[in-house]
């Protein structure tokens, strides 16, 4: 095997999704996801059984990505697993599998922090996907996450604005649940929301200083609004679903678009790369490539299936380690918090 061959086993396990992927250098050989449908009836995530179902799937999932790839266990370089943040159940399960895997097959070990994760899967070598340069903003956007990071190499990051309260996704996923959607609501709202009027009703934008977000007022907003159409007309949410969802989006986007706008304003870089679950919404993807011949920005979207819960992400932030030599010891444990 030529020297400069590095095989990564990668390892994602931090909310409901078991994740397992194997890259060649920063080259994805196999990338699988088994999801869990077990949560659809409570309407979010339940920890315990997140858990469990990852005990369950770990094992098949890694099989199946070895497979995919090609690549028996002996000739792996490292394993990468998630560190954090997320939940500490589901953490604990990816995290211990892969610190045996690593001690049995006698290779390094690397941890990797998830939403770190999410802004270098621009880095996979994907034809048609060209990669940032250095530095660029990253808009890191998910269920647990809204963050405006400057990135000026591989490892230095630094936030200069995030959510103060609720997460973009918490947005969509509870407004959705007010409406009546199921779980996980927040991309019925993106489906809806393409054939409905985006300024059919106001609602208002919370005012937060600098760079952070704030998204807990409009939840509010759009449930007393619901309640009070409701009150006068028990059909309004049938009868007005496309636009109220239409307009719930328009009113994120807005929200986002102004701190970036700000973000660009303020730090000179005129490069901005989206990442995390929400990355993967139509209103947000469009208004971004649209302020590329607004605002002169360049702006970089990660090809799909690196938008939500993956592995391959996590196998990148790995090679990148690799590397550097930057491994981890037996003694690692999972954090539930874990900045970067």
Not at 72 to 89: E, Q, R, V, Y
Not at 146 to 164: A, D, L, R
Request: net charge negative; with cysteine.
């Amino acid at each position: 095997m030529n020297s400069r061959d590095i095989y990564i086993l990668a390892i994602e396990s931090s909310c409901d999704d078991t994740a397992a992927a194997v890259l060649h250098n920063d080259k994805l050989l196999s990338n699988i996801v088994a999801t869990q449908e077990v949560h659809k009836k409570y309407g979010g995530v339940v920890p315990e059984l997140a858990s469990r179902a990852h005990q369950q799937n770990i094992v098949p999932v890694i099989h199946q990505a070895l497979a995919e790839a090609n690549i028996d266990k002996k000739d792996l370089s490292a394993i990468a697993f998630t560190k954090g943040p997320g939940l500490m159940g589901s953490l604990l399960v990816g995290t211990s599998f892969a610190k045996s895997l690593s001690m049995g097959l006698n290779i390094p070990l690397i941890e990797v922090n998830h939403m770190q994760a999410h802004i270098l899967a621009h880095f996979i070598d994907e034809e048609d996907f060209p990669k940032p340069t250095f530095p660029f903003l990253a808009l890191t956007i998910s269920g647990g996450h809204t963050q405006v990071v400057k990135v000026s190499n591989y490892f230095e990051m630094e936030v200069i604005g995030q959510t103060i309260d609720d997460a973009v996704g918490e947005a969509f996923d509870k407004s959705a649940k007010i409406l009546g959607l199921p779980y996980p609501g927040g991309p019925l709202i993106d489906r809806y929301a393409r054939t409905g009027n985006p300024k059919a009703y106001k609602f208002t934008k919370p005012k937060v200083d600098g760079l952070d977000f704030s998204f807990s007022g409009l939840k509010t907003a759009v449930l007393y609004f619901i309640q009070k159409e409701v009150k006068n007309n028990p059909n309004f949410i049938e009868e007005n679903r496309d636009d109220i969802c239409a307009s719930i989006q328009y009113t994120i986007v807005e929200i986002l678009m102004d701190k970036i706008k700000k973000a660009v304003k303020q730090t000179g870089i005129n490069q901005i790369a989206i990442g995390g679950g929400v990355s993967a919404n139509s209103g947000i993807r469009t208004a971004l490539k649209a302020g590329e011949q607004k605002y002169g920005w360049q702006t970089y979207i990660p090809k799909f299936e690196y938008t939500t819960d993956n592995a391959a992400m996590i196998g990148i932030v790995g090679y990148y380690k690799y590397l550097e030599e930057e491994f981890t010891d037996m003694g690692v444990t999972a954090q539930a918090r874990y900045k970067f």
